[in-house]
């Protein structure tokens, strides 16, 4: 036991990496399936034995509040994912859209992508985020492309180059911070690591640190999917499959924030610099409010949800901007949320494409009738996504919105505004796509309840109550970021 | 001793409306033919009509409903209730207090809508013309009505009839615009309620125009006596309003002497036979509106009801 | 104890809800969701009555639910417990209703589970005591109701009919949520306690105030946000619909009275007049349609608008003599909103449950197809008839009473100082009497069409009298609305500790007075007796009909139909109702509703029919929301192109991202 | 020494944005590639002075990366590349090369504005170094949004990457993860593109990314 809690940190790096490797040399699509699954169940178990006890932060490895929440939520989702698309993939398989060879591939590619989230949320220097979350970046941009359709590939494509500017800028960003550190902390390692920057950061030359900020902000907003850097994420959803736009709404968009809130903190810490509440309320409006009317004309139900994903970036980006207890809170709150709500929503949304052989909305309609299950499912799903109680998000919404009026009433009329519109957005669609006459095949499909319902569970539990542990960390974390 | 002095003048009145009502349509027919130069039927004549009807044979259409059959007695009832309440020749009656101006109103409109829906019973197009000119009739003169029960509520603190008669024996009164202004609209609802001309001709049976007849045009026999009956009480029960509230003088007030009351009866009569004089002539002198000229008659008096009250509220000096 | 039987009887109900999904296939559910839903609801019911007749003290109970540093407040008190007794009341009459109409009902297995549910998100509304559960449950309810909207899913008018009130209903509680906001100031104090200990500005009081009339008005249907009601309440089941426009209206009202009598603090004298004249327009505008309107469950869910208009006047009344220091004038106009409330929710309830009854036997909810039903319906046509007189406010019904105290109140207004509200009440005041008549003509119209005449579709004439369970709740609901009328005294004494909570006075104790009088103020000034207006009507009927039967003719002939010599035997040529309220339209359509008419005769000599087409607009729709659509639809359509750019805009869109925050950088510093 | 120092790494980081100018400049593929040779080549001798400079053996590596890889590999490969597609004389810019100038000229005033202030305190040579590196990468993404052809796209996305090497190799003592990284960085994204142009190859016709919008997201 006391074994397992000094490598537990090790344990949640290792246990993907050696998977990945494994299932590249296995050739069974069963058994990697199930492999994979017993991967992500391990690398979760690791992750929840961090709660017990976790080693000192050290030059390479940090574990506090902040990540830890990431990493639980992380490999919780990573591992229901996996027990989704074990039904999926099987599905993908039988009606020829993936052979064999691709789907090891995918496996892989699977545990290499969470290798590179876990590896980015632990570390403790900030140039191994940053190559942890290019690796990340780079395994969805192949598991993107691997329908190999027209669409796939251009979506890949798009996702490919611009996640690369992203990946520069970020890295530019991380040079910036590095040259500001500089002086203060001395060469090399040191003026890298997280902790120490953040006990020095006061002392760094502010319009350096500025300068970076903005870099960091849109590199890492680039795959946050903050308008207007957000343009690869709708297609990169829609196209992929399935357990991968689950992924990437429920994980990497979180990862992202994840180094954009590390490097909030820094700015926090140092006064004369530009203040990064401003940039990341504007950032934050401007995407809640563009996805909101971008909801409206969509016709591809994964891409309506993606676009949902980029509002509710929005939100959690202008949380955390306008900053104090309750925001931070309510960003922290929504974030968790909105990751098991959007998975769950995207489970669904897969069985749904897969039982009407199309991801059209105008082919779905009446699902509550053919496919009750699912139907119903994907109504608390997308009543959840929209705020509604007693579901998690509302808690969040409610805390960001009164918090808001109060400080600044405008801001805060321009965020119910967003809201309305995307309420309206998805509400039309959903009645569209749960109600009406049933259309095209209606037969049953196999549906893999588990990871939904689980999620949905998880989700409408937080709505009423959140246990004290949980609040006690969340606050904790609020007050860590300012 | 008291309790039975108001009890036999509560019953007093109650028996007083019901045996003046065909009389006063029977006085107002006479004067009309007098004023037109006609020899006219007896004042009694309306008297005899009750009594013929009511020997008669009921016929029904054959789907009249219980409704239909019930609603010339709910009619007669609210009718007579609200005419028992209004002072006549004395105020202080026993039970005025159970109803007030709104109620009374009120209780009109509950009769009104009875008549109406009897209309629409059998299922006729008279019947419904008469029903929806009704209630569009109603539908703007009761707010009138109650834009009057405003005027001399403010002006005497009460909806209570009894006080306000009182009030306006008073000298306190005096003599106020609003209160003439809520004289003509009460004038010009009454008018409207009762279906006089210009707004409804009671004589009429086979014009388009009518209204209360084409509700009734289906009853027959003692069905139809009470109904007119009710009719004739709705007429007097206006007849008695506007003498209650704006020609008070005479009105027995409560712990008189038995003369007293004897002077008060002599009063209300004299008043009563004052506006069938009235009604005649102002019948005579004006000719029938179109239906849809209605509203625009109508719609002057709430104007100016809502004029005076409130031309109360800005200043009581008015 | 009150406390814990009231939030156990809610978890039962969710429970419910819950074991109706599972046993959603069985024969027996039916039974055991109506059936274990009235038991709740009784329960419900006596624990609220007794708290409330009991005078008793206040009761609170926190649990360690929703938001986490604060908890879930519940709390009980006389105006809760009052709303509880409406609410549970009209839950109770309508499972009632449900145990036979569910049986025959469409699509049970989507009814089942949420009614129970419904039932509990308004108790909840009615106890929590802090902002977030209050607007959680608040939600909760609009939710479950906006699943019982979309029952009938596979007709498109339901589903646009569900979504319009789920975006309306969202609407309000982001309204709420930003006055919630605004109370709980910058700290989050979210519970009502501390809310009730702050002082706001008189600015930020007057925002809270908008916002509540937003958000609570848009789910009571107040004229401009009532675009929703008319199309959401008919769509529903027909107990759903009782539910809704009976009682989820009254949960609204109360959530205005709690905020703004109770949270808010010391009003301002000119709050009232955005209360009175939305109150007044909504009393006139919802009347009128009703008038125009040919579907029964429409007809009534405008009626509802018109009452909840009368309900606020009385609210608005309140709060300027409250403002103005006339405490007891105050007492009489906030009692008068709360016992009309009371009295809208039974009669609204009945006159569902009657639309109900009629749809299952018909078919039809259209008024020009029915007819005739007295005779083939003659208990369902009695109850409804109860429940038109009552509605339309004719004495001696309960709706009456409570109305006539409301003119009592607006009799009071001379004594406010303000030259704005002395000259707006009686303006407000005639709009109310043109509304009560006007609603005489509807339910005259409405009970005549339906029930009256000769049947003018096959359906109508074949239609068969309802099953005993429904006719059980009319009957009980029909008594009710007698009983409230006939004895108004009991429920105004009940009101007392409510507004003596709310005002700081109540209304003089009515049960001590002779004959069981009502007397708003003294009896010099205005008395009303229901029980004695009865007697006498009663007794003069009683006498008049005995009379003459004794002394007259008792025969009756049956003939046909006479109508002067003119008899036609089609049903079609009756009068219909839109010819009804022709003679209406004519006078308020061309102004209010853009009232067109097209005739169109056919060539002399031509057989074909002249046809004849009145088209009516909702100005309100038009002007106001029209609009908005299309602004959202624009800008929709004109920022989708930025999902059809080729990669190198999108590059350009960061680009010039980028350059835009450096160049922001460069003028920061 | 330091001033020499300084006025070599200078002149060098300056040579770079002037070839980075060049770039813009040139509408040819062909010339294209010739003078992202030339810059990755500048490239070199930037970082290998820097790494003479800050005694600093590691950075030799990263300078060898630049010229074997980007000035020599690279560029070859993509002539074949072009040569078999065909498309070597094609001629594409989206705006005129005058306002593309001169849009290169303002960035590279913005970003002397903003890093020179910036940078107020920090090292001097360090400053110069930020200041044009940031040049680099803003002229670097101005050629990629001015192009229309996918391969001048990933030329203009290599040259940004060049100023951000620039960048890394200027800071002083910036540990051998950030080179790591960087080769990291070359390497997949070199072999990712590779994969997407083969694959692009094997579906579509052209490179051109206008055929490939043809199937974007929802249009039918």
């Keep these: 036991m006391s074994w397992l809690l000094g490598h537990n940190v090790a344990l949640i790096l290792t246990i993907p990496a050696v998977t990945a490797l494994v299932l590249t040399l296995l050739p069974g699509y069963r058994l990697s399936a199930k492999l994979n699954v017993a991967g992500s169940l391990l690398t979760f178990l690791a992750a929840l034995s961090l709660f017990a006890g976790h080693p000192p932060a050290d030059p390479f490895v940090l574990v506090d509040d902040l990540n830890i929440v990431f990493i639980v939520l992380n490999t919780f989702v990573g591992f229901t994912t996996s027990l989704f698309s074990m039904s999926y993939i099987g599905h993908e398989l039988e009606t020829g859209r993936l052979t064999p060879t691709y789907l090891r591939f995918y496996h892989a590619m699977y545990q290499v992508m969470m290798f590179g989230m876990n590896l980015a949320l632990l570390v403790n220097n900030i140039g191994l985020m940053w190559a942890a979350i290019e690796l990340a970046t780079l395994a969805t941009v192949l598991m993107v492309g691997i329908y190999r359709t027209h669409e796939a590939l251009e979506a890949a494509w798009k996702y490919f180059i611009l996640a690369s500017v992203g990946i520069a800028f970020a890295l530019f960003g991380t040079i910036l911070v590095y040259m500001a550190a500089l002086p203060v902390v001395g060469e090399g390692l040191k003026a890298m690591t997280w902790t120490v920057l953040l006990s020095k950061a006061s002392e760094f030359e502010p319009s350096l640190l500025s300068v970076a900020f903005i870099f960091l902000l849109l590199g890492y907003g680039t795959k946050a999917g903050l308008v207007p850097v957000h343009a690869w994420l709708p297609d990169a959803h829609a196209e992929g499959p399935t357990p991968i736009s689950a992924v990437l709404s429920g994980l990497l968009l979180n990862v992202a924030l994840y180094a954009i809130l590390r490097f909030k903190m820094l700015m926090a810490r140092n006064h004369a610099a530009i203040s990064p509440g401003p940039l990341m309320i504007a950032l934050g409006l401007v995407s809640l409010l563009f996805a909101a009317f971008m909801l409206y004309r969509r016709r591809d139900i994964k891409r309506l949800f993606a676009y949902s994903s980029i509002e509710h970036m929005g939100i959690i980006v202008f949380a955390f901007g306008m900053g104090g207890p309750l925001a931070n809170f309510a960003g922290l709150l929504q974030m968790t949320m909105h990751s098991l709500t959007k998975s769950a929503i995207f489970f669904v949304v897969g069985h749904i494409a897969q039982a009407k052989g199309s991801q059209k909305i105008a082919d779905i309609q009446g699902l509550t009738q053919s496919h009750p299950l699912l139907g119903w499912s994907l109504v608390v799903g997308v009543l959840a996504i929209a705020g509604m109680p007693p579901l998690g998000i509302f808690m969040s919404e409610f805390l960001l919105v009164t918090t808001t009026f109060v400080r600044a009433p405008l801001l805060a009329v321009l965020l119910v505004l967003g809201l309305t519109v995307a309420f309206g957005a998805l509400l039309l669609r959903l009645q569209s796509v749960a109600f009406g006459m049933p259309q095209g095949k209606v037969a049953p499909v196999r549906v893999s309840v588990l990871p939904i319902f689980a999620h949905l569970g998880l989700v409408a539990i937080a709505g009423v109550y959140l246990s004290p542990m949980l609040v006690h960390w969340f606050q904790h974390v609020s007050i860590m970021l300012g | 001793m008291e309790l039975i002095r108001d009890l036999v003048v509560q019953g007093a009145q109650m028996l007083l409306v019901v045996l003046l009502a065909p009389l006063v349509t029977g006085v107002v027919r006479k004067l009309k033919s007098r004023l037109l130069r006609r020899q006219g039927p007896s004042v009694l004549q309306p008297y005899r009509d009750l009594l013929r009807l009511i020997r008669k044979d009921v016929v029904l259409a054959d789907n009249a409903s219980w409704l239909f059959r019930s609603a010339p007695y709910l009619i007669f009832s609210t009718t007579w209730v609200a005419a028992a309440l209004v002072p006549t020749f004395a105020t202080g009656l026993m039970f005025s207090w159970s109803a007030d101006l709104i109620a009374i109103v009120a209780l009109l409109g509950s009769a009104r809508f009875f008549l109406a829906l009897a209309g629409m019973d059998v299922g006729t197009s008279f019947g419904g013309i008469g029903s929806s000119r009704e209630m569009m009739i109603a539908a703007l003169a009761e707010p009138v009505m109650i834009m009057i029960v405003f005027v001399l509520a403010l002006l005497a603190g009460s909806t209570q009839l009894s006080t306000i008669a009182a009030y306006m024996v008073s000298p306190a009164v005096g003599l106020r615009v609003t209160l003439g202004m809520a004289f003509v609209s009460l004038l010009m609802v009454g008018i409207a309620e009762t279906g006089r001309i210009p707004v409804d001709n009671p004589a009429t049976h086979l014009e388009l125009t009518m209204v209360h007849e084409a509700m009734v045009l289906e009853y027959s026999g003692r069905h139809l006596a009470v109904l007119e009956l009710a009719g004739s009480l709705k007429l007097l029960l206006y007849l008695s309003l506007i003498a209650c509230l704006f020609l008070p003088w005479g009105l027995t007030l409560p712990d008189a002497s038995a003369w007293m009351y004897g002077i008060g009866l002599a009063a209300y009569i004299a008043k009563i036979l004052t506006g069938c004089g009235a009604l005649a002539l102002f019948e005579t002198a004006i000719a029938k509106m179109r239906v849809f000229r209605i509203p625009t008659f109508l719609g002057a008096a709430l104007m100016l009801g809502l004029l005076g009250t409130l031309l109360l509220f800005v200043s009581r000096g008015f | ?669 | 020494m330091h001033g020499i120092a300084f006025d070599v790494a200078h002149l060098l980081a300056g040579c770079l944005v002037l070839v980075s100018f060049l770039m813009l400049y040139q509408d040819r593929l062909y010339s294209l590639l010739n003078t992202y040779a030339l810059h990755a080549t500048v490239l070199f001798l930037s970082v290998a002075w820097q790494a003479y400079i800050q005694n600093a053996p590691d950075l030799y590596v990263t300078a060898g990366i630049a010229l074997v890889f980007k000035a020599i590999i690279i560029p070859v490969a993509l002539h074949r590349m072009i040569v078999k597609l065909g498309i070597h004389r094609e001629i594409e810019t989206v705006v005129g090369t005058g306002p593309t100038m001169l849009a290169g000229m303002g960035l590279v005033g913005l970003s002397l504005v903003v890093m020179l202030h910036a940078a107020a305190g920090a090292n001097l040579m360090a400053r110069e170094d930020l200041a044009f590196a940031l040049a680099v990468i803003l002229l670097g993404l101005l050629i990629m949004v001015t192009r229309r052809n996918a391969v001048s796209q990933v030329v203009g996305f290599m040259s940004l990457e060049n100023g951000l090497i620039l960048a890394a190799a200027g800071a002083k003592g910036m540990p051998l993860v950030v080179e790591m990284s960087v080769a990291f960085s070359i390497l997949i994204a070199f072999i990712v593109i590779g994969i997407f142009l083969f694959r692009i190859r094997e579906r579509f016709d052209t490179v051109d990314l206008q055929a490939l919008d043809r199937f974007r997201g929802e249009r039918q």
């Design chain 3, 1 to 669: 104890m009150p406390m814990f039987l009231l939030l156990s009887g809610i978890a039962a109900l969710l429970l419910l809800a819950i074991l109706a999904v599972v046993f959603s296939g069985s024969r027996f559910a039916t039974r055991l969701v109506y059936g274990a839903g009235l038991l709740l609801s009784l329960e419900l019911l006596v624990v609220g009555g007794l708290h409330l007749l009991c005078d008793a003290p206040p009761l609170a109970l926190s649990l360690p639910l929703g938001l986490p540093w604060i908890g879930a407040h519940f709390r009980l008190d006389a105006l809760s417990a009052f709303f509880v007794v409406i609410v549970n009341l009209g839950a109770a009459a309508a499972c009632l209703y449900g145990l036979g109409y569910g049986q025959h009902a469409e699509e049970p297995s989507r009814v089942r589970p949420f009614v129970p549910a419904f039932i509990a998100g308004m108790n909840l509304v009615l106890l929590t005591a802090d902002a977030f559960t209050f607007l959680l449950s608040w939600e909760f309810m609009s939710l479950v109701s906006w699943a019982l909207v979309v029952v009938e899913h596979r007709d498109p008018r339901t589903v646009r009919a569900g979504y319009t009130y789920a975006l309306m209903a969202s609407l309000g509680t982001f309204a709420l949520l930003l006055a919630f906001g605004l109370l709980a100031g910058p700290n989050g104090s979210y519970g009502f306690a501390a809310m009730r200990a702050a002082q706001v500005s008189p600015s930020v009081g007057a925002l809270v105030l908008g916002l509540v009339v937003i958000g609570a008005g848009s789910k009571a249907g107040l004229v401009p946000l009532h675009v929703w009601l008319p199309e959401a309440h008919p769509a529903a089941p027909s107990h759903v619909s009782a539910l809704m426009s009976g009682v989820m209206t009254k949960v609204a009202v109360y959530a205005v009275i709690r905020i703004v009598f109770d949270l808010l603090g010391t009003p301002h004298w000119w709050w009232g007049i955005v209360l009175l004249v939305l109150g007044g327009a909504s009393a006139l505008m919802g009347v009128l349609y009703a008038l125009f309107e040919s579907d029964q469950k429409r007809v009534l869910a405008y009626s509802s608008i018109e009452n909840i208009g009368f309900i606020f006047v009385a609210l608005g009344l309140a709060l300027a003599f409250r403002a103005d220091g006339f405490q007891a004038a105050a007492a009489l106009a906030l009692t008068a909103a709360l016992f009309h409330a009371f009295n809208h929710a039974i009669l609204k309830e009945l006159q569902f449950f009657g639309a109900g009854a009629v749809q299952h036997a018909t078919g039809t909810r259209d008024m020009e197809r029915l007819g005739g039903l007295i005779h083939r319906m003659p208990v369902t046509a009695f109850c409804i008839l109860i429940g038109c007189v009552g509605i339309a406010a004719l004495p001696p019904l309960n709706a009456f009473a409570s109305e006539w105290l409301i003119f009592q109140a607006i009799l009071l207004s001379p004594s406010l100082p303000q030259w704005g509200l002395k000259l707006l009440v009686p303006a407000v005041g005639a709009l109310l009497a043109l509304a009560v008549t006007l609603a005489a003509a509807c339910f005259v119209r409405f009970f005549g069409m339906s029930f009256l005449g000769r049947p003018r579709s096959e359906a109508a004439s074949c239609a068969e009298e309802t099953d005993g369970f429904s006719l059980a709740a009319m009957l009980l609901l029909a008594g009710l609305a007698v009983v409230g009328g006939l004895l108004p005294g009991v429920v105004i004494d009940a009101l007392g500790p409510i507004s003596t909570s709310l005002v700081g006075r109540h209304m003089p104790v009515q049960a001590s007075l002779p004959w069981l009088s009502i007397v708003p103020i003294a009896a010099s000034r205005s008395s009303y007796n229901g029980l004695l207006v009865f007697i006498f009507i009663a007794a003069s009927s009683g006498i008049v009909a005995s009379a003459i039967h004794v002394f007259a003719s008792r025969r009756i002939r049956r003939a046909p139909i006479w109508d002067c010599g003119y008899a036609d035997t089609n049903p079609a040529l009756q009068y219909s109702a839109s010819s009804f309220s022709e003679p209406i339209r004519r006078v308020f359509g061309p102004i209010l509703f853009l009232a067109r008419t097209e005739v169109e005769m056919p060539p002399v000599g031509s057989v074909a029919p002249a046809k004849f087409k009145v088209h009516l607009e909702d100005l309100i729709w038009q002007r106001l929301y029209v609009p908005v659509t299309g602004i959202v639809m624009t800008i929709a359509d004109r920022l989708n192109v930025f999902q059809f750019l080729t990669i190198r805009r999108y590059l350009s869109l960061v680009f010039l991202a980028l350059v835009s925050l450096l160049l922001v950088l460069a003028l920061w510093s």
